[in-house]
């Protein structure tokens, strides 16, 4: 009887009836799987775009099962139902296991016709108690540890969809496939679900540090760029500067103030038309002159660009008549209900470019060059990128890539990699695009995730450190907030002034620190705000601008150690925002810390988020000894301290004594 196991050196196929699987080796320590019916074929849309070197890896094939062995990782295949388990060589430690949920059907992967030769896909994995679930993206349910929770595999406005876990107990795992979907962390099992697909496909890592996952997915999926050094200082943006004039007068009074600012930010409706990608002459009459006297003052300028394309724009017929713009599969273009323009303030159905189809890529950047990049601008804020589509059912969409069901998650990587790509080709080295949303590999592409539109609430700013620390342990590195939230926030009141003064001391340690919100009193045009209250540092009463201006001159100080962990991050896959236990695995505690993080290596913060507090207690982690920033009082870690946090500062402490404040001259 033949046997079902095929091997060649470097990969493992089992086959039963029409039920195909395959696992070769994909970088050190991992693993990638593929299964389907018939055939495993190359080539799909995924986060795993280029094999990495050759692994040395071992195959071998016994009457009952087989094996692939590569560095940490032991990968078996029972021969009778093909069942997969996965080892650590080093301990035989189980890893992860598959399991069906009935002895019967359906079974561990399960495969659900679905038309056009996909698949509704499932795959099942045994559940272990105390497994602890970090990543998956950003998520706003308030939780950093995600076993127990099921997240939907969908791209929505603050919720980012990346299908990275990294576990407890010592593996990572990625599930390789931009479908709609949904993946359950049960106490009874957990289950990856692809609503449509061509075959399962998911990669594997084991380590034996967190940090010893996040660096071999960077490898797998793409590490990031080098940090521009003109995004390191305060972004100021708020909901919306309407013209030229007011966004001048509010840069030259930062410079007046001799308030440090690299960046300000030109919102969304500074067009005529949604995908004009253009300034309306109206009330941006010389962007070129303005481009030129902020540089003079040493701040750049970003621009918003949505993917959003009205009909009433002069590039919406050449991309429906060239292909490039999303459709339905009864061909429909519009998805979405927008106010535009004068003519049509109450809303006109607007479509989006089609960013998985490499020529509406390049022709979005013909836009963007001719009416951006050729007046200086650089720096570009990719707005409502999930896309933003009202209803948002990409089960009727049709992409170039493929049906909607079956890519729609990959849609904000590739319009990221668009503008990185043709940015670079312009001879850029430091491109950074401002994100609402991103996938798996988007790193590559030097974006910054941001939370999206949250509420202006202490609960929210517990939340987003939490949503901050999985994009952490999801493979971004960049990441920021709105300061204050986005929906709402009196600037006369001065509660809310405590949570912007709170907000920016926990955003002054973010790789970007921007300031955005659509304050009181809120302007509304048909659906969405259109104007709001200010949002400048001088906004919020003379007790929170000190407050902020001391933390924006910690920050100016920090620029240079905030570079250099960056730097170092490039090559370590290690993010800025780091959890406890990236830097100290073997503390027990620190697994359970979510409202404290590491600030690259040497600093540890800790951020108040309850209103009215002036003291925080802060966990030291084993390992290391610290020193409050301040009061040079010195800790052994292993404990915990109550520390006070008055209103002016944040509780911060330096590891080992390291000098993370040495002189701005010496690195700028």
Not at 33 to 62: F, I, K, Q
Not at 248 to 272: M, T
Not at 311 to 339: F, I
Not at 435 to 462: H, M, N
Request: with cysteine.
């Amino acid at each position: 009887m033949p046997s079902v196991f095929t091997r060649t050196p470097n990969r493992l196929r089992w086959r039963h009836g029409h039920h195909v699987l395959e696992i070769e080796p994909w970088g050190p320590d991992s693993v990638r799987v593929r299964a389907g019916v018939h055939r495993v074929t190359d080539g799909l849309p995924g986060a795993l775009e280029a094999p990495p070197p050759a692994a040395a890896a071992v195959v071998e094939v016994h009457d009952t099962h087989a094996t692939l062995t590569n560095g940490l990782l032991r990968i078996t295949v029972a021969a009778d139902d093909g069942l997969v388990s996965a080892e650590r060589t080093d301990t035989g430690e189980e890893l992860l296991r598959e399991e069906p949920p009935h002895f019967w059907w359906p079974g561990a992967r399960h495969f659900e016709a679905s038309g056009g030769d996909t698949y509704r896909i499932e795959q099942r994995f045994a559940a272990y108690d105390g497994e602890r679930v970090h990543g998956l993206g950003q998520h706003g349910h308030g939780r950093f540890d995600q076993k127990g929770t099921v997240q939907e595999l969908q791209q929505r406005n603050g919720e980012v969809s990346i299908p990275f876990a990294v576990s407890s107990r010592g593996y990572g795992f990625l599930w390789n496939n931009p479908a709609v979907g949904r993946v359950e962390f049960a106490a009874n099992g957990t289950r990856w679900v692809a609503d449509r697909a061509r075959q399962l496909d998911y990669w594997l890592t084991a380590g034996r540090t967190p940090a010893e996952i996040l660096a071999h997915y960077a490898d797998a999926t793409g590490h990031a760029p080098a940090f521009p050094r003109w995004a390191s200082g305060l972004w100021q943006s708020k909901l919306r500067y309407r013209d030229q004039a007011e966004l001048l007068d509010v840069a030259r009074e930062y410079v007046r103030r001799g308030l440090p600012l690299s960046v300000i930010v030109v919102d969304y409706l500074h067009w005529r038309n949604l995908g004009d990608w253009d300034f309306d002459r109206r009330h941006w009459p010389d962007p070129r002159g303005m481009v030129e006297e902020l540089r003079s003052l040493g701040i750049e300028l970003a621009v918003s660009v949505w993917p959003s394309v009205s009909p009433l724009s002069a590039a919406y017929a050449e991309l429906r008549d060239a292909g490039q713009l999303v459709a339905t599969y009864n061909g429909v273009t519009q998805h979405g209900d927008w106010p535009d323009t004068d003519e049509a303030p109450e809303g006109i159905g607007v479509a989006f470019y089609d960013a998985t189809d490499p020529a509406a890529r390049a022709a979005l950047w013909d836009r963007l060059q001719e009416h951006y990049y050729k007046l200086g601008i650089r720096a570009f804020w990719l707005d409502a990128c999930e896309p933003e589509m009202r209803p948002g059912h990409p089960h009727n969409l049709s992409y170039a890539a493929g049906p909607g069901s079956e890519v729609a998650n990959l849609y904000p990587r590739e319009h990221a990699r668009g503008v990185h790509e043709h940015l670079t080709e312009q001879g850029e080295t430091e491109v950074l695009s401002l994100v609402r949303s991103a996938w798996a590999g988007s790193q590559k592409y030097g974006v910054a995730l941001w939370s999206g539109d949250i509420p202006a609430t202490f609960e929210a700013l517990a939340d987003s450190i939490r949503a901050g620390l999985n994009v952490a342990m999801s493979g971004i590195p960049w990441w920021t907030t709105d300061i204050g939230g986005f929906h709402g926030g009196d600037p006369d009141d001065e509660d809310y002034r405590e949570l912007m003064v709170r907000w920016f001391q926990f955003a002054v340690f973010c790789p970007l620190l921007r300031l955005h919100g659509h304050r009181e009193p809120r302007i509304f045009h048909g659906p969405i705000g259109v104007g709001g209250g200010p949002n400048e540092i001088w906004s919020y009463g003379e007790r929170a601008e000190a407050a902020m201006t001391s933390g924006l001159a910690l920050r100016e100080l920090l620029r240079p150690y905030i570079h250099r962990q960056l730097a170092a991050g490039r090559d370590s896959g290690l993010p800025l925002i780091r959890p406890l236990l990236l830097e100290f695995p073997d503390d027990a505690t620190g697994w359970d810390i979510d409202d404290q993080f590491l600030c690259g290596r040497d600093l540890l913060v800790a951020p108040v988020v309850r209103p009215g507090a002036r003291e925080r207690r802060v966990y030291l982690p084993a390992g290391a000894d610290w020193t409050l920033h301040g009061a040079g009082t010195v800790h052994r870690g292993g404990g915990w301290v109550t520390v006070p946090a008055p209103l002016e500062s944040v509780p911060l402490f330096v590891r080992d004594q390291a000098d993370p404040f040495i002189s701005v001259r010496e690195e700028r």
